[in-house]
């Protein structure tokens, strides 16, 4: 079975300052994909990054960015620049790849990021 | 925008009531999901229908349906709602390929009592 692990329930961090999120993973699959999504206090989930196992080089977008290591099935999510409206629940997700077609998303625990000023 | 929008944002019902929770989404998505939000338990999928009429089991369906007749619209529905449903329910779109990006709705939290 497919599995998502974030150890970490609650984090948090100063203004300014860089925190990283870890996530791993269990799956025998080669081919896979992984999301960082988050989850504002009240307010919608959205998609923060996403990595396509394939792909060695670690995605990246503006202050967010992950460190993947495939090996070690881990995933983690780095936040530079820590701003206010990153506070947050953060949940890392993983997607099985078959052929033309994909699994469904499983979801890990979540990690509680506040940003303190 | 996208724009993926709940019926209730908050709703109350008694044990053993019929509950339907709505959702729309506005991008021409064929894909829809719906999953439940649990304190340390994360997210888990419920049901999801990839075109109209069509649905499979996520995780955790017992004691769940849900209907598409409208490519639009996905509901889910509680046929006698227990005290264990008790719980957040998030709906979620996306395009065809599912690694695509899923957007979500701002949510339904759900009180059985």
């Known amino acids: 079975a497919q599995t998502v692990t974030q150890s970490q329930p609650e984090m948090s961090v100063q203004e300014a300052e860089t925190v990283t999120l870890s996530c791993t993973y269990d799956?025998?699959?080669?081919?896979?994909?992984l999301f960082w999504y988050k989850q504002p206090p009240s307010r919608q989930m959205i998609l923060v990054i996403r990595q396509e196992a394939y792909k060695q080089q670690n995605a990246t977008e503006n202050r967010f960015s992950v460190n993947f290591q495939k090996a070690a099935k881990s995933f983690s999510l780095k936040i530079s620049d820590s701003q206010l409206g990153d506070t947050a629940m953060y949940f890392c997700?993983?997607?099985?790849?078959?052929?033309?077609?994909?699994?469904?998303?499983?979801f890990g625990k979540g990690t509680k990021l506040s940003v303190k000023p | 925008d996208v724009k993926v929008t709940q019926s209730s944002r908050y709703l109350v019902k008694r044990t053993g009531e019929k509950v339907f929770l709505e959702c729309v989404q506005d991008?021409?998505?064929?894909?829809m999901f719906w999953y439940r939000q649990d304190p340390g338990l994360g997210l888990r999928l419920i049901y999801f229908?990839?075109?109209?009429?069509?649905?499979e089991k996520g995780d955790i369906p017992e004691g769940y349906s849900v209907s598409r007749e409208k490519k639009e619209r996905f509901s889910l529905i509680l046929e006698s709602a227990s005290t264990n449903q008790t719980s957040m329910y998030l709906c979620a779109s996306n395009f065809w390929g599912r690694a695509n990006e899923q957007y979500f709705g701002p949510g339904t939290r759900l009180t059985v009592t």
């Open positions: 991008m021409d998505h064929e894909n």
């Open positions: 229908s990839y075109d109209v009429k069509m649905k």
């Open positions: 799956t025998s699959e080669n081919n896979y994909y």
């Open positions: 997700a993983f997607m099985i790849r078959y052929g033309g077609s994909q699994g469904n998303l499983i």
